[in-house]
């Protein structure tokens, strides 16, 4: 079965399981073992950061063949915490996983740029900067992060293994714009861990006029991260969609 999640990752030390602290995997687990009277396990198509959130987040399960995907979600949903959400659920094929199987993935990150980004509202799920960024130059930097590229520049160091090419094919990068500020759309492959949050922290130091346009094109032949600017806030981060090849799909339950 695969489990559609939303949830706001402010309480969450992230996706991933982890001793002595709230994640994601951790909640939905438990509500899983609550309602199949036995330890249920989820895997994830991917690992969030702690305070990312997800309204597209895929997640594998198994579970006993009385179990729907409407009954599923209606009964995972009566006992999760408010900050989790099954929005959806669909019965797959046996040997779908959730994490090797997915196509594409998109991400969306909000920038604030009005007074009103201060707002408790809004300040946990965007990145309040309220000065004025080049739009031409958002553009450009998009375009140039666009097409296939190795991006060792815009990744933590050693999270990936030394024989991985750390290549990425991103078919969509775009910056527009919403009420309030801006926001940036991406949809690769693959995404390596911070890509995300250290391409949208150098766009907007090229955005602010801190560092040229060039030093783009320059990180995306980098060999390491050594040149990137600090990775912008994890708060204002959505993983949107996670994408799998329809013939994996059992119904439209």
Do not use: K
């Amino acid at each position: 079965m695969q489990l559609v999640l939303h949830y706001d990752g402010t309480g969450f030390s992230g996706w991933q399981r982890q001793p002595d602290r709230r994640t994601v995997q951790g909640d939905l687990e438990a509500a899983l073992t609550r309602i199949c009277a036995q330890p249920t396990a989820a895997l994830g198509s991917g690992r969030t950061d702690a305070g990312v959130h997800a309204r597209g987040q895929a997640v594998g399960v198994r579970v006993n063949d009385r179990w729907t995907s409407t009954s599923l979600r209606r009964a995972l949903n009566a006992v999760l915490p408010d900050d989790i959400w099954v929005a959806s659920a669909h019965a797959m094929r046996a040997d779908f996983h959730a994490r090797y199987d997915a196509v594409a993935r998109r991400y969306s990150y909000y920038i604030g740029t009005d007074d009103e980004s201060q707002s408790p509202f809004r300040r946990r799920t965007e990145w309040s900067v309220r000065r004025a960024l080049d739009r031409d130059l958002l553009e450009q930097a998009a375009a140039t992060v666009r097409g296939n590229h190795a991006f060792r520049g815009f990744a933590v160091r050693g999270t990936a293994p030394a024989t991985d090419d750390h290549r990425c094919t991103v078919v969509h990068a775009e910056w527009r714009e919403r009420p309030g500020g801006l926001v940036f759309e991406i949809e690769a492959n693959r995404f390596l861990h911070h890509m995300v949050r250290f391409l949208v922290g150098t766009m907007i130091d090229i955005g602010l006029g801190r560092r040229p346009l060039t030093e783009l094109a320059a990180l995306l032949a980098a060999p390491d991260n050594s040149d990137v600017s600090p990775p912008a806030p994890a708060h204002a981060l959505f993983l949107d969609r996670v994408t799998y090849p329809a013939a994996l799909y059992l119904s439209t339950e």
